[in-house]
């Protein structure tokens, strides 16, 4: 998936957004990591490089391009707050890079099969991602 994702980067085909789903939430945000250098990234080819001044930024955890949207303060889910300011601040041009990166952890507790609905109601669901029955009642 990462060669894939990584190509389409190289191609600048990638989607404006994408929605990491599979593996741990640690396998998901070192892909999230590795594409958003590959996106910020000033080498030509083979990006990321790892070498340039942006890719070396984004490894440290301080490109300003690269932006970090999650739970704050110990919650669950993402304060409407953090949404509009994370809108309002999409509007501003990129500081380094040609393009800005969101990465957005959400750690949704309504993930679970109990509070679906199709688990609720016994039904196929609809969704992929969820956990819930599969057989039609």
């Known amino acids: 998936m990462r060669e894939k994702l990584l190509g389409l980067v190289a191609q600048d085909r990638l989607p404006h957004a994408c929605v990491l789903e599979s593996g741990t939430a640690e396998e998901r945000m070192a892909l999230a990591k590795d594409l958003a250098k590959a996106l910020v990234c000033k080498s030509g080819v083979n990006r990321p490089c790892n070498t340039c001044d942006a890719c070396r930024k984004a490894d ?10 999650g739970p704050e303060n110990g ?54 991602s969820c956990p819930g029955p599969r057989s039609t009642a």
Do not use: Q, W
């Open 60 to 69: 440290g955890g301080n490109h300003p391009d690269i932006l970090f949207v």
């Open 75 to 128: 919650r669950k889910t993402i304060s409407v707050e953090t949404v509009r300011n994370m809108r309002d601040n999409a509007y501003v041009l990129p500081n380094e890079a040609d393009r800005k990166v969101y990465i957005i952890d959400r750690r949704n507790p309504r993930a679970t099969p109990r509070s679906c609905s199709c688990a609720r109601r016994k039904r196929r669901c609809c969704r992929r």
